[in-house]
């Protein structure tokens, strides 16, 4: 038997989301997603008129990811309603709410209305198989943004996370000679352990000059102004770190210096497979909430 969906506002990565709950057989009320031509007509969906028909049918509401950009609206890519999210709370009081990348003032409305949320991307196993989409994608910039091929190139990993260790894997495989940077003696010594070279992020100066690439994954300004300057001009720069990012953007431009800041790469690159792993995630929620 399945279960009914209410899904609200999100991008391409929500759309196929939804087509995927439907097929499994769940009933998916859907509002915020009427520009979303491959909704229309699909068997167990149904396109809701009013937010509140939408969240009438359901206990489980599933919302965007990011949850909003602006702290005010939710984030709706294929709607042009714009759905605030101090009404949205109001409506589905009393039920459940997952969303992605969620702040602290909305878990303080969600109090308030007896809301219990849930940021899948808080969750391991969706981070941990974000990070193989990340990788491709962010291998997908270097190739369309520089004249060089891989194969023998330098790459600088900063960060040796859940991404660095993926990406640099996948480099490795593509005959890159990669180094990882990273601040802890522990990570230090499992880049050695994966066999990649290694070097600390506090001693990085002079050194910068010997990459063709470098990505940032760490969320914390590494690549300053000062660190900057021995960046080669040819060198392409990529941050993966979600705002602020790792790299002075300011003293990149000013140094003419190629920057790519490159957020959410898995919805951006492969939101099939992205929504795959999030409704793997959702039905993971589901059997913890009711013990299934």
């Known amino acids: 038997m399945g279960t009914n969906f209410t899904i609200v506002g999100g991008d391409l990565r929500i759309v196929k989301l939804a ?9 998916v009320f859907a509002y915020g997603l009427e520009n979303a031509e491959e909704l229309k007509g699909v068997q167990n969906i ?39 999210i101090r009404e949205f709370m109001s409506v589905i009081n009393a039920k459940i709410l997952i969303a992605g990348s969620i702040s602290p003032e909305i878990y303080d409305m969600a109090n308030d209305e007896y809301i219990e949320i849930i940021d899948i991307m808080k969750r391991e196993e969706l981070a941990v198989l974000n990070t193989i989409s990340t990788a491709e994608g962010a291998i997908e910039i270097i190739i369309e943004n520089t004249n060089k091929i891989i194969h023998g190139s330098n ?20 005959s890159a000679n990669v180094t990882c940077a990273a601040r802890k003696d522990e990570d230090l010594a499992w880049i050695k352990a994966y066999g990649h070279l290694e070097t600390n992020i506090y001693t990085i100066r002079e050194n910068l000059s010997e990459y063709d690439t470098i990505i940032n994954t760490v969320p914390h300004l590494i690549l300053t102004e000062e660190r900057l300057r021995y960046v080669k001009n040819d060198c392409l720069l990529v941050d993966l770190a979600s705002n602020p990012g790792g790299i002075d953007k300011k003293a990149a431009k000013e140094k003419n210096l190629k920057l790519i800041w490159a957020l959410a790469l898995p919805g951006k690159v492969a939101p099939i497979t992205t929504a795959e792993f999030i409704k793997e995630t959702v039905y993971n929620v589901l059997r913890e909430i009711y013990k299934k």
Do not use: W, Y
């Open 19 to 27: 087509q995927m709950l439907a097929k499994d057989g769940n009933k």
């Open 46 to 84: 149904q396109l809701c008129e009013k937010l509140t028909e939408a969240v009438k049918n359901s206990d489980i509401i599933i919302g965007p990811i990011p949850f909003s950009s602006n702290g005010k609206e939710i984030n709706v890519a294929f709607s042009d309603k714009q759905i605030s």
């Open 155 to 174: 790459v600088l990993i900063l960060g040796f996370g859940r991404i660095g260790k993926v990406l640099a894997k996948k480099l490795e495989a593509l």
